[in-house]
């Protein structure tokens, strides 16, 4: 499933989400223009890379806000970025274009401490907008749990669209990445070697933040910029 829009009406254009899917698209484009060593250090530098944070925080604190403007691939750009231009511009117009964006770039960091605490002294770097995200999607299931989302359905061939309620869009989201991040929790019991692969405590952290920290943002509070 993919999402394309929901149904509520927003009353300030918001220009803070696409501002920010532009960023994170540009960010993107210059990573196209980086090969090899030139890539993995422009990573090393702007993602965060745990075992750094955790040595010289006083000096490595600042990926946790520009690593969530990095991305690994095609992929895990559009379904980010597809999944902001959903669900952020709801929020934004619930809390307003500045407190949206601190709330954003909050989630986002409050989440990377979130992977950065399961794996202190690992070396991969982390990175990508999807703490920040769930975030927002942590905000948005607590203000518009009754919303419906028209919706990209794949059946092989086959290609449809519904109306899925936001709820169960985002239960799926929790759901998958609760699972993953328990079985990546007994991988890395089981195994003394590094492993990539998607940050998916980072997911788990940036909605329950986003779930938390919204309402004291205002988000309930509609007369409120």
Known sequence: MFPLYDENPTRITPYLTYGLIGMNIL?????????????????QLYAVVPRELTSNFAGEWTTLITSQFLHGGWWH??????????????????????????????????????????????GIPSLGASG???????????????????????????VTTIRVP?????????VQNLISGVASLQTAANM????????????????????????LFGLFRRDEY
């Open 27 to 43: 960010v993107f484009l210059h990573e196209l223009t980086l090969r090899g060593a030139r890539l993995e250090q422009f990573f």
């Open 166 to 174: 936001a709820m169960i869009l985002i239960g799926l989201f929790v």
């Open 192 to 215: 003394s070697v590094e492993t990539g692969g998607v940050a998916y405590w980072a997911h788990i952290g940036g909605f329950a933040f986003g779930m938390i920290l919204a309402p």
């Open 132 to 158: 920040a995200i769930a975030g927002v999607l942590g905000a948005y299931i607590i203000r518009f749990p009754q919303t419906r989302v028209l919706t990209l359905v794949f059946l092989g061939f086959f």
């Open 77 to 122: 750009l559009i379904s980010n970025m597809v999944f902001l231009w959903v669900f952020g511009n709801n929020i934004e117009d619930r809390l307003g274009h500045l407190k949206y964006l601190v709330f954003y770039l909050t989630c986002g960091a409050l989440a990377a401490l979130c992977q950065w605490f399961i794996g202190m002294n690992s």
